[in-house]
Nanobody
Framework: QVQLVESGGGLVHAGGSLRLSCAASGSRFSINIMGWYRQAPGKQRELVARITSGGSTNYADSVKGRFTISRDNAKNTVYLEMNSLKPEDTAVYYC?????????WGQGTQVTVSS
């Protein structure tokens, strides 16, 4: 089982920026995909962005052009740079990692964007 530790959430005004980090440890297999989901109150969890070990990325349409996902394979760490934040970005952000047959999740970090 992979342990994922997230950091970087917080409160920011609309238009501001935050950077989330997620460090993975304990994997028996190479970690293929890492990424971020988010869940706002009363809504389903949605994929925000993901990145493969080779650096290929995918983004939700709602964050394209504002969020950037990156990864340091040597550190097994994934980052989410969030710019031009909007109140609708407010959610708990969860990091995940796919390694071997498993998907593991972080504990979640709160991002709150005030208008």
């Amino acid at each position: 089982q992979v342990q994922l530790v997230e950091s970087g959430g917080g409160l920011v005004h609309a238009g501001g920026s935050l950077r989330l980090s997620c460090a993975a440890s304990g994997s028996r297999f190479s970690i293929n995909i890492m990424g971020w989901y988010r869940q706002a109150p009363g809504k389903q969890r949605e994929l925000v962005a993901r990145i493969t070990s080779g650096g290929s990325t995918n983004y939700a349409d709602s964050v394209k052009g504002r969020f950037t996902i990156s990864r340091d394979n040597a550190k097994n760490t994934v980052y989410l740079e969030m710019n031009s934040l909007k109140p609708e970005d407010t959610a708990v952000y969860y990091c995940y990692a796919d390694s071997g047959p498993s998907r593991d999740w972080g504990q979640g970090t709160q991002v709150t964007v005030s208008s």
